[in-house]
């Protein structure tokens, strides 16, 4: 899957599980556009097939926002996922590494090159580092803490002010939803990419002070020379010299200097020899190891990037979204009818519901939302015939007092209406917590209005399910 494909099923996530209410989005609209990307799906499509339904339907749904709201351009599908996908900045990054590879190549002052003080030694040492960085870095497989600090700092940085307008506010909730999501899942691939342009912009820093250095020569004679504080011989000195230059000497089918030849270039005042076989044992020994091993490491970042790219885990940011779109998509997901009383659920509580329902019963939950059945009509309401099929829960209000003419009595009645047994009661205490939430003694009057439903319900069969629990690990009252 293209990386922007994975960027575009994230965001249309952060703006779908932020819109609950379908301020945004309506929900014929997502229903729509699920079918235009092939809805439904076979029971078990396969991943290939889930990943194109989830990629066509978010481009389809992100083309409608950004039409309907021009101010949120940051949902444009076509849009780059990398910034260092830009071929034009890569270029002008690599065209600055040439040229400051080209201008800083100084052979020496006087037309005289120390053979010890050589500027591409430093070149050689550097290298030398970042390749025992870049072994440990590659087998770790994860992003330079740098860039994962970076990263953090962005998203703290990024949030936006809120908004009068309610689809801003939601999209400006939804950005940074996407963000925080996005900035961690990708890190590893953008790393990656960095690591790769980097290390080709240090191919061609130093194949270009190579090259700068040839063109100087052709215009000017440079010569040899050497001198040190620490070295006093120039045996000792062939001995370093054959670990750098020995293997280029080797390949170029010539032989390093002796002590003797070396005595004969040594001093300030020595009048040195012709620079050029140590220009090219310099040039083949960058070649060979900053070169060669630069490109291989650029061409490793790009492999890993390109890999972990195709396989970014997104559904892991949210996986009872992507769960629940797709078992919706292929049928897969348990019907389930919910038949509120005396109550009028928005959007918002609908989808908590839901969700509490779908924690019970560990998968989706297609919902189907009967008539309210009124106040007063607990032993004279009834149900359509396409609905007694499905499994039907009732919703109360936990904020109400339970009562043995109401609550009960709607209970018993749909047990003579249904073929099945009802399973399960949701009580929505969202109205009961935000009315308490102030009271000192909140949690005790939750406490004493549990027991009072549990009380009520005692001797049926039914399964309370509060929705929100008073406990994280609470499934049941």
């Known amino acids: 899957m293209k990386t922007e494909d994975s960027r575009n099923i994230l965001m249309l996530a952060a703006v779908e599980e932020t819109d609950e209410g379908g301020i945004v989005l309506s929900a014929k609209e997502r229903q729509e556009a699920s079918r235009e990307a092939g809805a439904p799906l076979p029971a078990n499509p396969g991943r290939t097939k889930e990943e194109a339904f989830l990629a066509t339907r978010a481009t389809a749904l992100l083309e409608r926002i950004v039409t309907r709201f021009p101010s949120s351009a940051w949902l ?3 849009a780059s996922a990398h910034p260092t996908r830009h071929p034009g900045l890569v270029a002008l990054f690599l065209i600055a590494a040439a040229v400051v590879g080209y201008l800083t190549n100084e052979l020496g002052p006087e037309k005289r090159i120390n053979i010890l003080s050589f500027p591409l030694l430093g070149i050689l040492a550097w290298s030398a580092l970042v390749y025992l960085r870049e072994a440990w870095l590659f087998f770790l497989r994860r992003p330079p803490v740098l860039l994962e600090r970076w990263f953090e700092w962005r998203d703290s940085a990024s949030a936006a002010e809120e908004k009068a307008d309610p689809a801003a506010r939601l999209l400006a909730t939804a950005k940074r939803l996407f963000e925080k999501r996005w900035s961690r899942l990708s890190a590893p691939v953008t790393a990656a990419r960095l690591k790769s342009i980097l290390h080709l912009a ?3 820093l130093a194949a270009s002070a190579i090259g700068g250095m040839y063109v100087r020569g052709l215009a000017n004679e440079y010569r040899a020379v050497w001198e ?11 001995g370093i010299l054959q670990v750098v230059l020995g293997p280029a000497a080797s390949l170029s089918g010539q032989s390093l200097p002796t002590p003797e030849e070396l005595d004969a270039i040594r001093g300030a005042d020595a009048a040195g020899e012709n620079a050029a076989r140590w220009i ?3 040039a083949l020994t960058i070649a060979l190891f900053v070169l060669v091993p630069r490109g291989i490491l650029a061409i490793l970042w790009r492999m890993r990037s390109a890999s972990l790219a195709r396989s970014l885990p997104y559904r892991e940011t949210a996986p009872r979204y992507f769960a629940r779109l797709l078992a919706t998509s292929s049928g897969s997901a348990r019907t389930v009818a919910l038949m509120p009383y005396a109550l009028d659920p928005d959007e918002p509580t609908k989808s908590g519901l839901v969700r509490r ?3 019970e019963f560990g998968a989706a939950v297609e919902p189907v939302w009967l008539p309210t059945v009124a106040f007063g009509e607990e032993e004279s309401f009834a149900l359509a015939p396409g609905s007694v099929a499905a499994e039907i829960v009732p919703v109360f209000s936990f904020a109400a007092t339970p009562e ?8 018993r009645t749909l047990l003579g209406l249904v073929p099945h047994p009802v399973r399960f009661i949701l009580l929505e205490a969202t109205a009961f917590d935000r009315k308490s939430r102030d009271f000192a003694d909140a949690a005790n009057r939750r406490a004493a209005r549990e027991e009072a439903w549990k009380h009520l319900f005692a001797g049926e069969s039914a399964a309370l399910l509060l929705q929100p629990e008073t406990a994280p690990n609470t499934a049941r009252v």
């Open 228 to 238: 040190s504080t620490f070295l006093t011989d120039s045996t000792s000195l062939r």
């Open 202 to 204: 240090a191919f061609v």
């Open 357 to 359: 329902l779908e924690d």
């Open 280 to 282: 090219h044992w310099y």
């Open 404 to 411: 043995r003419e109401a609550h009960l009595a709607v209970y």
């Open 76 to 78: 444009d599908p076509a």
